[in-house]
């Protein structure tokens, strides 16, 4: 199967994943285009949506699974961002090196376990190489059990555990995956990308 990708600008991007994420019941907040747009505007990013047909007619195509990412750094004027900065500073090094951040993602339930979201992550990696990452951060929650399972699969590892006092599943896991050019070698899915008009 090849996956159809498509790489959005900034706005159009933040449009359309508004969208899909109110089709994600799990996600309590839901993001909005002005807050990703908030987040992504001066700093390197890159917003991808994995499409298929819509069911109805198969020459529409709807997106179906979505991935954000950008730039980290060692100094963010963010809190959010800051806070995790601090969070992982004793696990990721980051003078001299680039650093990108898995933001958030999901697959609709209907087209989970058919690669979309391998997809995407290796498409991501390869466009992280290009731009001269060094490493690919992402956070995620002890409950999210497919998540962790998929960046298992991905080969990411484990870098820290930030246990919740009161509900383990809430606990923080950080990962992290080098970015080289045997990464790329092993990449798994044929992936057709198109930047969005």
């Known amino acids: 199967m090849e996956h159809i990708i498509r790489q959005y600008k900034l706005e159009q991007g ?3 994943v508004q969208y899909i ?3 994600f019941t799990e996600f309590k907040g839901k993001k909005t285009a002005e807050e990703i747009i908030g987040r992504l505007k001066d700093r390197e990013h890159l ?3 994995s499409m298929a047909p819509s069911g109805d007619d198969d020459a529409v195509l709807i997106p179906v699974a979505y991935k954000i990412g950008h730039e980290l750094r060692a100094q963010e004027t963010n809190l959010k961002l800051s806070d995790l900065v601090g969070q992982v500073r004793d696990v990721v090094e980051f003078e001299n090196r680039k650093i990108f951040y898995s933001w958030i993602g999901g697959t609709r339930t209907e087209w989970r376990g058919q690669g979309r979201y391998r997809a995407l992550t290796e498409q991501q990696e390869e466009w992280a190489h290009a731009r ?3 490493e690919l951060v992402v956070k995620t929650k002890n409950r999210f059990y497919g998540m962790r399972a998929t960046l298992d699969h991905l080969n990411f590892d484990v870098i820290k555990f930030q246990r919740h006092l009161r509900n383990n599943r809430e606990s ?3 990962l992290s995956k080098k970015i080289a ?3 790329l070698r092993q990449h798994q899915t044929s992936r057709s990308v198109v930047e969005a008009a």
């Open 14 to 16: 933040a449009l359309e």
């Open 21 to 23: 994420e109110e089709c």
């Open 47 to 49: 917003i991808l949506l």
């Open 132 to 134: 001269g990452y060094h």
């Open 172 to 174: 923080k896991v950080y």
């Open 181 to 183: 050019a045997e990464v």
